[in-house]
């Protein structure tokens, strides 16, 4: 299977795939899958515009709505994970993954697929201590804090990563993995990015939950981007036989090597579509009791506790799950738009509407199947109890059953159930242990009335696509990424017509 790898994708689909048909043009080969390693910015209109973490000045629609209106299609079959800047509104819909348009599949907060036998694991987002113990508490419309912490890292992703057995062949992270420039040409890199020396020196590049993954599992390959520039590393198994080769590219850009193609050996037998990965369906069904809405610290569990603390299922489990799915682990194409496209030939001006919480049907689906707690829901459901909290107890509340078939989403009925504010979340020191329960049961969804509502291209043997080499690299700060950066000393050179949102590494 030939595999085209992206770094930060940074919108701008079309040009991606208009590269991928030219090298097809040029070698004669198809390209079956495409992987881009985050910022993906799966922007549908102005509203997700305002839910990316970036100036104002930088945003610019690029062309992912195309493809979400249906004006394009994909032409190859396409995996993204989230980085540090997203329409997070959006991806929020989708925390186990999903289609964010026909043939683009986001891999969910943490994730693993099957691809015709490759199995391709993911994390989004980017490490940041101060969020790592918390949990996925944020809502949109987002405070200027919350548009940030929304796309941070939590240690239930990276938990549930650690319980995987047997190989894996891609793993993809926004983040490079903490201290990789220890196995590969590290002088080399800070002669072209020399404001890495000090957090290199520092042990501070790159994030330390992904390098444990990476040592834990020693995949085949592992990809990255997030800091806009090439580098390759083998990371060898200690006391092992295995060699993650490890490889981080640069953005979107002209003179920039963006793109990297390789082939992998799959089962020929197979299809090239998406499959659930039944392990990691497994482990999501084992640890839904760990899934916490709050913002306090929430533990995972370890050998010091009473409880289970390995979640690496076993075959009993796994076909308890694989029952669930009717033995067919496909990945259903079940996308459908849920808001308003961007039309830049509208002649109104389009209106900004304030992002709410939505509850996404491919979620809805998946959970249902699964037996687990659809994170939106459960925020929907604490947010609409702190709205009501000061009504009485005997006030009804309006809440939204859903029924739904794996395959199927048309069959939606709509009833209401009587419960209690208290009943439901009751304070904040009370676990969400009820909510759990009263939500896997009958599958609650929120309040209805408060929340319905082209590049030079050139070939080279190892099947790199290079965008030739820009020697003039800016100093770019590396710390956070809310601090302000240099810009690009060459910007003026390339005058389109969002070359803004590329002249930094925001």
Not at 218 to 245: D, I, R
Not at 380 to 399: A, F, L, P, R
Not at 401 to 412: E, G, Y
């Amino acid at each position: 299977m030939r595999i085209a790898v992206e770094g930060c994708a940074h919108g701008e689909l079309e040009i991606i795939y208009e590269t991928i048909l030219c090298l097809e043009k040029i070698d004669g080969k198809k390209i079956d899958l495409l992987i881009c390693c985050g910022d993906f910015q799966s922007t549908r209109n102005l509203t997700d515009l305002h839910c990316m973490a970036v100036p104002d000045k930088y945003k610019d629609m690029c062309t992912f709505y195309k493809y979400y209106s249906g004006e394009k299609v994909a032409p190859v079959l396409t995996i993204f994970i989230g980085g540090n800047h997203e329409a997070s509104n959006y991806l929020q819909e989708l925390p186990y993954g999903g289609w964010v348009a026909p043939n683009i599949y986001y891999i969910g907060y943490a994730g693993v697929v099957n691809v015709a036998g490759i199995r391709i694991a993911g994390i989004s987002g980017i490490y940041k201590n101060h969020s790592w113990m918390q949990g996925h508490y944020e809502t949109p419309p987002y405070t200027d804090k919350t548009l940030r912490t929304v796309y941070h890292v939590r240690n239930l992703e990276i938990f549930r990563l650690k319980q995987l057995s047997g190989s894996i062949d891609i793993f993809l992270s926004h983040d490079w993995p903490n201290g990789i420039t220890k196995f590969g040409d590290e002088n080399g890199l800070l002669r072209t990015k020399p404001f890495f020396r000090q957090d290199i020196k520092n042990n501070a590049l790159g994030s330390q939950p992904c390098m444990e993954l990476l040592q834990l599992h020693h995949p085949s390959y592992w990809f990255s981007a997030h800091l806009h520039c090439k580098f390759a590393a083998l990371v060898p198994e200690q006391k092992g036989t295995k060699v993650t080769k490890f490889l981080a590219l640069d953005k979107c850009l002209p003179k920039r090597k963006f793109l990297q193609v390789l082939e992998i050996e799959h089962q020929t037998d197979l299809p090239i579509e998406l499959s659930y990965d039944l392990e990691w369906l497994t482990i999501l069904f084992l640890t839904n009791h760990l899934l916490s809405v709050k913002k306090g610290l929430h533990y995972m569990p370890g050998p010091a506790g009473n409880g289970r603390w390995i979640y690496t299922p076993c075959e009993e489990e796994k076909k308890n799950i694989l029952k669930k799915f009717n033995n067919d682990l496909r990945v259903p194409e079940n996308f459908k738009p849920t808001v308003e496209s961007y039309n830049p030939q509208r002649l109104e001006p389009q209106p900004i509407k304030l992002p709410r919480m939505q509850i996404n049907i491919q979620t809805t689906v998946f959970c249902k199947t699964l037996g687990i707690d659809d994170p939106g829901v459960l925020l929907q459901m604490v947010g609409s109890t702190d709205h009501t909290e000061s009504k009485s107890e005997d006030e009804d509340t309006n809440i939204v059953d859903i029924s739904v078939t794996q395959h199927d989403c048309s069959n939606i009925s709509y009833t209401s159930m009587q419960e209690s504010s208290d009943q439901m979340y009751s304070s904040e020191c009370e676990d969400l242990q009820k909510v759990r329960e009263s939500a896997q049961s009958d599958f609650l969804s929120p309040v209805l009335n408060s929340y319905l509502s082209s590049p030079d291209v050139t070939e080279e043997k190892s099947g790199n696509i290079n965008v030739s080499n820009d020697n003039q690299e800016s100093e770019v700060s590396v710390t956070d990424d809310d601090e302000s950066v240099k810009m690009e000393p060459n910007c003026k050179k390339f005058k389109r017509r969002n070359y803004s949102i590329y002249s930094s590494t925001l």
